[in-house]
């Protein structure tokens, strides 16, 4: 399971500055990690794992601007094809789980 944050932010003041650096590490602090400028991706073990990070999202929201979340299974996110120019690119891997036996 895959949470995708993808955000439009003002910039034009400093304090929306401030706003948007203090939601940019929040992400980082949960464990996202830059897919584009503005997009940012986290894996989750389970659908209970990728609620408690979309709650953590929402506490850590900015008073302006649009955030817009999405869920997706790992399956869909297999499927992505990603290209630099005209040139296709492999998509990143699937993380590995930890397994207990």
């Not at 953590?56 to 955030?67: N, Q, S, Y």
């Amino acid at each position: 399971m895959w949470i995708i944050a993808m955000f439009d932010l003002p910039t034009d003041t400093k304090m929306a500055r401030k706003h948007y650096a203090q939601f940019r590490k929040a992400l980082l602090k949960d464990g996202f990690g830059m897919m584009q400028y503005s997009v940012y991706i986290r894996h989750c073990a389970s659908e209970e794992n990728a609620t408690v990070h979309f709650e953590r999202i929402k506490r850590a929201l900015p008073p302006d601007g649009e955030v817009r979340l999405m869920q997706i299974t790992d399956k869909q996110f297999g499927r992505m094809e990603v290209f630099y120019g005209k040139r296709r690119k492999k998509t990143e891997p699937t993380p590995v789980q930890i397994e207990l036996f």
